[in-house]
Structures are given as structure tokens and as C-alpha cells.
């Protein structure tokens, strides 16, 4: 796979101003002086399955260090991470896991409909328009949910991020957003929620996977 995010700048694991480089295994190599020199204190891989993420740590390992984090596509529609067994290894290995999508780019945030798409000519309106009322049972439910903790449906899916373990990156475009993000840390799901909510996902049929990934089962 090829570097789908460049270097980020973090916090992480409560370290001030901690620098995260996400790489393919290759490039990942790379990086290996830049960690020995302090430059970079943790690299961190996307787009990865298990295989991946184990060549990544052999090659890091073999120089002393580990793979920190990983960052994949995941969400209620997709999770392939889980299927593929990457979420287990990552709890097993001590690495962290970056769910990105959680919200389907908005179309899990319960504000768009049929009635209301998604702005029409852009890339997430022309991805997710055509299979909006497919998804009209599961935000109904992620908003129900959402009324018994005082949440809306956008926080219901971090929430359901959040209780498989993940620490969702959510692409925040207002400053409510980021608000509302916070609010969700305290809020644990119960598994029948957790269980109704990926039985009404798979129900949809819909496979959300990007043209940039690969499965990870
Ligand atoms: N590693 C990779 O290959 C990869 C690939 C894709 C994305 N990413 C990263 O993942 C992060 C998230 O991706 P994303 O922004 O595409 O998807 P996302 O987090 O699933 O969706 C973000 C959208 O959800 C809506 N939203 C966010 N918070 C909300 C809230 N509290 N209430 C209601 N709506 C809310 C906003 O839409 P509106 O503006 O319409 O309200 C926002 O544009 C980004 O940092 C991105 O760089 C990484």
C-alpha cells in the first residue's frame, strides 16, 4: 500500500507535540533514522491488514521499535478491521487504532435524506446519494439510541467507534463538531444497542470500501 496520510502531528499517549508518521511498510523503513534521530518518536501505519502491520513491526522491530498506531477505514457500514481481525491484534500488540469514516463522510450523521442529499457534484454526494434511503432504518435507530443518552445520531456512531476500542478521527468542519465529539467519551453503548445497530448496517448491504483500500479480511 502506498502512504495514504502524510506525517501528522499528534498528541498522543498524553506526550506533548508527538509526531506520528503514517507509512506504508516500506516507506516505514524510511523512517527509521528520523525515529533514531528523536525527529519522530512513533510511526504509525494505514490501510493496513494483519499481514502489513506484522511485516511493518519486523521491520521496525528489527531496528528496535513498533508500530504505534494503526489508521483505517472504519464505521458501522464498514468493518472490515474487525472481520479481518486487525482490531484484535492491534489490542493484543498494544497499538492503537485510528478509526477514520466513522460517520461515512456524513452519511451516517443523520442530517442527510433522500430529501436533503449530500451536495450534489461533490465526491461524498456522489458516493453516498444514490444509497441514502437504504440507510434510513440504521439512522433511525442510531438517532432512538441517541435520544436515551441525550445524543444525536453522529455521536451514536462515534459512540459505537469508541466501544469497539477505537479512537475515532472524525473530520470536523464545524466547531459544534468537535464539541459534540468530546461530549460522547462518558457514553457506553450496551450490546444489544451495538448489536441492533451492525445488524441493521449489514442489513443494508452496502460496502462503503474506497477506491484507495484494500480488504482487510
Ligand atoms: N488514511 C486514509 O486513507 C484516510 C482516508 C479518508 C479519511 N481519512 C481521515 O479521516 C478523517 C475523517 O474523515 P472524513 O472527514 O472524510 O469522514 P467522517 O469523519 O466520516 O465525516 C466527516 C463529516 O461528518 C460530518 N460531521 C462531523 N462531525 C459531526 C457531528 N458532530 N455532527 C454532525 N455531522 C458531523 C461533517 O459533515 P458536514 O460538513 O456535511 O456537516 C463532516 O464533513 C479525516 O481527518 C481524514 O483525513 C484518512
Known amino acids: 500500500m502506498k502512504m495514504a496520510c502524510c506525517t501528522l502531528a499528534e498528541s498522543f499517549e498524553n506526550s506533548a507535540s508527538v509526531t506520528v508518521g503514517y507509512a506504508d511498510a516500506t516507506t516505514g523503513a524510511r523512517q527509521i533514522p528520523l525515529l533514531e534521530s528523536g525527529k519522530v518518536r512513533k510511526v504509525g501505519v494505514s490501510n493496513h491488514n494483519i499481514k502489513e502491520i506484522r511485516r511493518a513491526n519486523e521491520i521496525l522491530g528489527e531496528a528496535g521499535f513498533k508500530v504505534s498506531a494503526v489508521q483505517n477505514h472504519f464505521s458501522l457500514l464498514y468493518r472490515s478491521s474487525e472481520k479481518g481481525g486487525v482490531l484484535d491484534y ?128
Open 90 to 217: 492491534c489490542k493484543e500488540n498494544g497499538i492503537q487504532f485510528w478509526a477514520y469514516m466513522v460517520l461515512e463522510q456524513s452519511a451516517l450523521s443523520g442530517k442527510y435524506n433522500e430529501l436533503n442529499p449530500l451536495p450534489s457534484g461533490s465526491d461524498r454526494g456522489q458516493k453516498y446519494n444514490p444509497i441514502l434511503g437504504q440507510l434510513t432504518a440504521l439512522t433511525d435507530a442510531m438517532k432512538e439510541i441517541g435520544t436515551r443518552y441525550g445524543l444525536t445520531c453522529s455521536q451514536v456512531g462515534i459512540a459505537w467507534a469508541l466501544s469497539k476500542g477505537t479512537m475515532p478521527i472524525i473530520g470536523a468542519t464545524k466547531e459544534r463538531h468537535v464539541l459534540e465529539a468530546a461530549q460522547v467519551m462518558d457514553t457506553v453503548l450496551t450490546s444489544e444497542e451495538i448489536t441492533r445497530l451492525e445488524a441493521l448496517a449489514d442489513a443494508t448491504g452496502i460496502d462503503t470500501r474506497g477506491d484507495w483500500e484494500h480488504t482487510m479480511e
